[in-house]
């Protein structure tokens, strides 16, 4: 265990140094946090029927997703692990006396978590004071600000268990870029990346609750501002402990699998 | 404490042939080739040898190197290091090894090096004083110190090797793998990771398997030679058996007053000839170096004789030679 969280640690010191990056990707969050607020603003505005989530409330998901885009977004990737089997150096990793999911596991979500405290601090810091309809509410209650804490770290590991999906296709693949695309795709759509699941037609919200993507991002962010109430949620959190125990599963038999079939390529 | 027994491992490779055409069917048919990396390969090394595993391009060195360190699952046979088999207890196995593959990076690029010594210690588990210990004999043998805080893509090469090797070596492996350490390397780092790959050998009785094309290495470091070719094990034996069998030749240069024709000499081989400079291998157990000086002063004016053994790089040569590599 001590081997994971080493792993972790260093590459969060590692996440750390890239400020600049960071300053960026700030500013980028910011101007795309309006775009998205400002489209739901008009649509809100022009709307005649009571929609199942509240513009406050759709405000919030924003930021908060903006704020966290480094836990929730499935094509944030490490290139250093596809570069790793794609030239070789992967040897490495496989003499080492532990376990490959279990390290690169570690590896991904240190590498998220380093992202998302150098971005989120400052984005919920400004967006709270920002006027009307574009503030960041602050939570529910004190209850789902708890429990928005515990699905939100919970939802990271679902979105890094489904990530590893990508990783161990590049080992058939030798190439990132497709396995990306489609999981990336369809991954951020139904997890609510988009749209909030609440604000799709029936029956995509359907095929979505049936998948764990939303189990990432949308369940988390429509705890904090209450729109999943907190017997409701509390459901929701044995249902991501048990999606992360299936996929992390399913995730190491595959790599196993392919580790079996392995080539190390050249000298 | 390395034995092993008709290891067998072949590998599939798609191929098709240049062109356009050819790309365009590909996409329908793969046309695959059976690659045999190796073949039937037996040896046993014992506690505390340094074996040069030498054998062209693509003749199965790293693929051995591989299967010896748990990466690659063989097809057939078995193999039994320190009682385990590689790839069957993979975990419990590399904890006793260490590895380098020279042409690759065990160190993590963006952090100091001394930060991924740091997780090598938590991931092999190493006992704080061991790790203490290693980290401060490694830093004083290999020159370390002043490279720990930097970080690893600011290093040059050969500071990286030295790293690299250090780094295989802080949970006290009892067998060293080295596959091309000194590739790339200038004299001076070759020459300092040879002698460092000496001293632990020595002092701590490491079991040291190197592949390597560059002949000093062997020469220097390996009593025993392993030579593979298109996945054969082909020789087993001492660097001095091999002098023996190949290197009873003699090479001999003469400088002489200008010499228009070639001249003959009675079992000795021309090997160059220019009109003041020529050059012959002498088999000494057919002709006796002096005869063949004697032969050549009574048909040149001599200046300058310079007579040599044959070089390893050229035994290995004639060695690759013979067995049509």
């Not at chain 1, 960071?22 to 309006?34: E, L, V, Y």
């Not at chain 2, 990396?37 to 014992?46: H, K, M, P, V, Y």
Request: hydrophobic share 50%; proline share 4%; glycine share 6%.
């Amino acid at each position: 265990m001590r081997t994971y969280l080493s792993v972790g640690k260093l590459r969060f010191i590692h996440g750390m140094q890239y400020r600049t990056a960071a300053f960026a990707g700030i500013a980028t969050q910011f101007f795309f946090g309006f775009v998205f607020i400002m489209i739901f603003v008009a649509f809100y505005s022009h709307s005649t029927v009571e929609q199942p989530i509240s513009l406050e409330q759709v405000v919030s998901y924003s930021w908060l997703r903006q704020a966290f885009l480094a836990f929730v977004a499935l094509w944030f990737r490490d290139s250093e692990i596809f570069q790793l089997i794609t030239s070789g150096n992967v040897a490495y990793e496989l003499c080492r006396p532990c376990r490959l999911y279990e390290f690169w596991f570690s590896k991904l979500v240190g590498q998220r978590l380093s992202y998302a405290v150098l971005r989120c601090f400052p984005i919920l810091a400004v967006t709270f004071f920002l006027p009307a309809p574009y503030r960041l509410n602050p939570p529910a209650s004190a209850e789902s600000l708890s429990l928005f804490v515990a699905a939100l770290l919970l939802g990271l590991l679902v979105n890094v268990a489904i990530s590893m999906f990508i990783y161990i296709s590049v080992f058939w693949t030798m190439s990132p870029i497709g396995s990306t695309m489609m999981i990336a795709i369809v991954g951020d759509f139904f997890s609510g990346m988009l749209i909030p699941v609440p604000l799709m037609p029936d029956w995509l919200q359907q095929v979505s609750y049936a998948l764990p993507f939303r189990w990432a991002l949308d369940f988390p962010f429509r705890v904090y501002s209450g729109n999943i109430a907190t017997a409701e949620a509390l459901w929701g959190i044995l249902i991501q402990a048990v999606w992360i125990v299936a996929l992390f599963l399913l995730g190491r038999w595959a790599l196993q699998r392919s580790l079996r079939k392995l080539v190390v390529q050249g000298g | 404490m390395i034995t092993l027994n008709g290891i067998s491992k072949s590998f599939k490779v798609a191929k098709r042939s240049a062109g356009l055409r050819q790309a365009a069917k590909a996409l329908f048919v793969r046309e695959h080739t059976i690659v045999e990396a190796l073949r039937d390969i037996t040896f046993s090394i014992g506690k505390g040898e340094i074996v040069g595993y030498i054998g062209p391009n693509g003749a199965g060195k790293s693929t051995s190197i591989k299967v010896m360190s748990g990466i690659l699952v063989p097809d057939r046979g078995s193999c039994e290091i320190m009682g385990y088999t590689p790839w069957k207890e993979r975990t419990a196995y590399v904890k006793q090894i260490g590895v380098v593959f020279g042409q690759r990076s065990q160190l993590w690029w963006d952090v100091p090096v001394i930060d991924s010594f740091e997780l090598l210690r938590d991931i092999y588990k190493i006992p704080t004083q061991v790790y203490r210990a290693n980290v401060d004999l490694l830093t004083e043998t290999l020159d370390l110190a002043s490279l720990l805080p930097t970080p690893v893509r600011q290093l040059s090469l050969g500071q990286r090797m030295r790293c690299e090797i250090a780094a295989s070596l802080l949970h006290d492996p009892q067998v060293l793998f080295l596959d091309e350490p000194t590739i790339g390397l200038d004299a001076v780092s070759k020459i300092a990771v040879r002698h460092f790959i000496q001293t632990i050998n020595k002092e701590k009785g490491i079991t040291v398997v190197l592949t390597t094309h560059d002949m000093n290495d062997i020469e220097a470091l390996a009593n025993r030679i392993l030579m593979i070719g298109h996945g054969r094990l082909l020789y087993d034996g001492s660097l001095g058996e091999l002098r023996r069998r190949f290197g009873a030749q003699k090479t001999i240069t003469v400088e002489y007053r200008e010499h228009s024709l070639p001249v003959r000499v009675e079992g000795a081989e021309l090997l160059s000839w220019t009109a003041e400079r020529a050059m012959f291998t002498v088999d000494t157990s057919r002709c006796k170096v002096a005869d063949a000086i004697a032969q050549l002063s009574e048909q040149l004016e001599l200046v300058d004789v310079a007579v040599e053994a044959t070089p390893i790089d050229e035994i290995i040569v004639q060695l690759y030679k013979e067995h049509s590599l």
